[in-house]
């Protein structure tokens, strides 16, 4: 039997996107077709317009029309807003409660100081064991349709415990709730939160995935730009742009304001037992050495990159897809050698670096006692 994977790009979404790469030659031949006949005219004495760099505006307005940010983050009805359920989820996800040997909290690894990740090549969990992956940031987290690096998580409802009973953090659920029950504190913050005000797993999920949902990019400078403010970025970064969406293929990917179409592909990197989305769909050979298309949102401040932290730096990440990764056969066929030269390196790395915003003050919560 054949698994499919709905969350990849179908075969159709594949055709539409070679087409595009298509009409994009096409546009950059007709592009090389207009210098000459301006070289042609200049020559001839003919005046004409300046053709060459109408287009090239053209397309770039085109693709940045897609980076606008959304004006809301997206609740679902089964889990609404409210400040309460956030207060108390600020309380629980700052809380070393949650950990067996009580000093881990959620904020240890995912610390709103490093754009929410713990700039570690892989976490380190609650028993001092290297995890097999990185922490993943939490930003913009509210858009991730699929959790954890092999998407095998389908709400942050679901993904709660995940860390908190495994070996993250070690805590047995039965234990952790009469602890908080123990505390006036929390006792008030889940009856603010929650008719009844039961400590339960079900509040406790709603109330964490809450305040995960509030955790959302800061402004940076490339959406300055992107507003309309010209100066917002340097023309390195513009050129860095061009490229990222066009010739060096980055946004066919990371596409949109944040940076992922939420699919898994394997980019050439991990050769270990870990097979990321390939243990959900073993049939797939696609999806063997896939993990999930990450955000760029602050990336220039979140080294070391990729699912186990083995690229130390943006530059050695842009090396690795210049070189096009390990060719097997389930690397993606968007990934191949760039032969990009130094110049457009380090544009597309002045481009990565205008994607940081302001980092957000995060106020430690006082915890209920
Ligand atoms: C020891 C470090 C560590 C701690 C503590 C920790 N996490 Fe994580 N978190 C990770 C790692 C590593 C992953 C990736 C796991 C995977 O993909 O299998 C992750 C993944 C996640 C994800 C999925 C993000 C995404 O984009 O896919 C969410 C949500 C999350 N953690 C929330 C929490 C919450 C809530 C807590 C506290 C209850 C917590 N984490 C505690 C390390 C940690
Ligand atoms: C085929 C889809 C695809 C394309 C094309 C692609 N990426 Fe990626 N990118 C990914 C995936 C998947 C990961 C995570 C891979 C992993 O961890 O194993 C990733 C990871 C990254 C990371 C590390 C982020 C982090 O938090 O660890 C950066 C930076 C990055 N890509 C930049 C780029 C740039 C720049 C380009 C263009 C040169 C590009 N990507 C092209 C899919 C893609």
């Known amino acids: 039997m054949i698994h499919t994977d709905p969350s990849l790009p179908t075969e159709p979404a594949r055709k539409r996107r070679d087409a595009g790469r298509r009409r994009r030659l096409i546009a950059f031949s007709a592009a090389a077709l207009g210098g000459l006949v301006v070289a042609l005219a200049i020559g001839l004495h003919i005046p004409v317009r300046a053709a060459g760099s109408a287009p090239a505006a053209a397309q770039r307005q085109s693709w940045m029309a897609k980076y606008h940010r959304p004006a809301a983050i997206p609740f679902p ?40 990740g713990d700039g570690l090549p892989r976490a ?45 953090m070690n805590r047995k659920m039965a234990e952790l709730f009469a602890a908080l029950a123990a505390i006036p504190g929390y006792r008030q913050a889940y009856a603010a939160a929650f008719p009844g005000g039961v400590i339960d797993r079900h509040h406790t999920e709603e109330a964490l995935a809450t305040f995960e949902r509030t955790i959302v990019a800061s402004k940076a400078p490339f959406d300055r730009w992107i507003e309309g403010d010209e100066n917002a970025i340097d023309e390195a970064a513009k050129r860095g742009f061009d490229l990222f969406n066009g010739n060096a293929g980055c946004a066919e990917c990371h596409s949109g304001w944040n940076f992922t179409d939420s699919a898994f592909y394997d980019v050439g990197v991990g050769k270990g037992d870990d097979i990321g989305r390939g243990r959900l769909f073993p049939n797939s050979p696609k999806l063997r050495y896939a993990f999930k298309v990450p955000t760029l949102r602050d990336v220039a401040r979140r080294g070391p990159y990729m699912h186990n932290g083995s690229e130390p730096t943006l530059a050695a990440v842009i090396d690795l897809y210049d070189r096009g990764g390990i060719d097997r056969p389930s690397r993606s066929e968007l990934i191949k050698p760039l032969h990009l030269t130094a110049g457009e390196k380090s544009d597309l790395i002045a481009f990565l670096k205008t994607l940081s915003g302001e980092p957000r003050s995060e106020p430690e919560p006082t915890l209920p006692r």
């Open 77 to 116: 009805a089964s889990d609404p807003y409210s400040r309460a359920k956030v207060d108390l989820g600020r309380m629980l996800f700052w809380d070393p409660i949650v950990s067996g040997s009580r000093t881990r909290s959620c904020a240890s690894c995912h610390n709103p100081g490093l754009s929410w």
């Open 124 to 168: 380190i969990g609650d028993g001092s064991e290297t995890m097999p992956t990185r922490t993943p940031t939490l930003l913009d987290v509210a858009w991730v349709p699929l959790l954890g690096w092999d998407g095998k998580a389908h709400s942050l409802e679901g993904i709660t415990f995940t860390p908190i009973t495994g070996p993250i």
